[in-house]
């Protein structure tokens, strides 16, 4: 149980750090509907940032062949690493650094991405392990105007183009601030993210942030190479980068690289 979780982190005398965005959830219908979401099979890899104290991870890794998590607050990664129920490798870091692991195992992601971090673990998910067959989100409901934004709209940026290009999203259900231990003060969004046929790399992310540099300026003056691909793809030399369209920035990278 989840409360006898909190209990024991309150006896090791672990605070929640703010520094971190550290909300634990601890709704068990809630943590069932997550794993629910994720469709995980007997013989997936699935890979979680961010388990805190593990809520998720126990029924994770129950149905699940492997289980690896990563976790940057070491105090935490300590306790996981010794919960006896949690069949699971713990990996002490913080995701953004990591590069020791091996991101084209994995079937399936899960994490409860903190705000200040969501972009940029986003983004490096989409690089690395693109060929994943799901990713499972938590995010601050307010996020979801940057993640699902469309074209020529000021929300649209390098995230919206990912996640459009990765494949299908769905928003499953918001998760009240009471929820969580201790309650943030936004309400979450839980989303579901499968993958589509298109192919992300590390090139492709670097050339999306690019693009979208300098907003004000038209693509050209961020991409000065792209000159010539823009006419072969029938779009304007004057266009900036808030009004291409996903596919069109990957057909645009393609025609370049």
């Known amino acids: 149980m989840i409360v006898d979780r909190i209990s024991d982190m309150n006896q090791k005398g672990f605070m929640p750090e703010s520094k971190f965005g550290q909300n634990f959830l601890t709704d068990e219908d809630i943590i069932s509907r997550i794993v629910e979401l994720c469709e995980i099979n007997a013989d997936d890899k699935v890979l979680e940032i961010g388990p805190g ?3 998720l991870s126990v029924p994770l890794s129950e149905a699940c062949k492997e289980l690896t998590v990563v976790e940057i607050d070491k105090r935490l990664a300590s306790y996981l690493k010794d919960d006896l129920r949690l069949n699971a490798e713990v990996i002490s870091s913080d995701f953004l650094k990591l590069k020791d692991y091996d991101p084209a195992s994995f079937d399936v992601v899960v994490s409860n991405l903190p705000y200040y971090v969501m972009t940029d673990i986003m983004k490096k998910l989409f690089s690395e392990l693109s060929d994943a067959r799901k990713m499972v989100f938590m995010v601050e409901k307010d996020a979801l105007n940057r993640i699902l934004a469309e074209p020529d709209t000021k929300q649209y940026g390098p995230l919206a183009v990912l996640v459009s290009l990765y494949g299908d999203i769905s928003v499953e259900f918001d998760v009240p601030r009471g929820a969580f231990y201790p309650s943030p003060n936004t309400t979450s969004s839980v989303i579901c993210l499968d993958k589509g046929e298109y192919q992300i790399t590390e090139g492709l992310v670097s050339f999306i942030n690019r693009a979208f540099g300098n907003r004000r300026k038209k693509l050209v003056n961020n ?35």
């Open 53 to 55: 104290l593990g809520s």
């Open 223 to 257: 991409i000065k190479e792209a000159k010539g691909a823009l006419t072969d793809l029938g779009l304007s030399p004057d266009i900036r980068a808030e009004q291409i369209t996903p596919v069109k920035f990957l057909e645009l990278y393609n025609a370049i690289m």
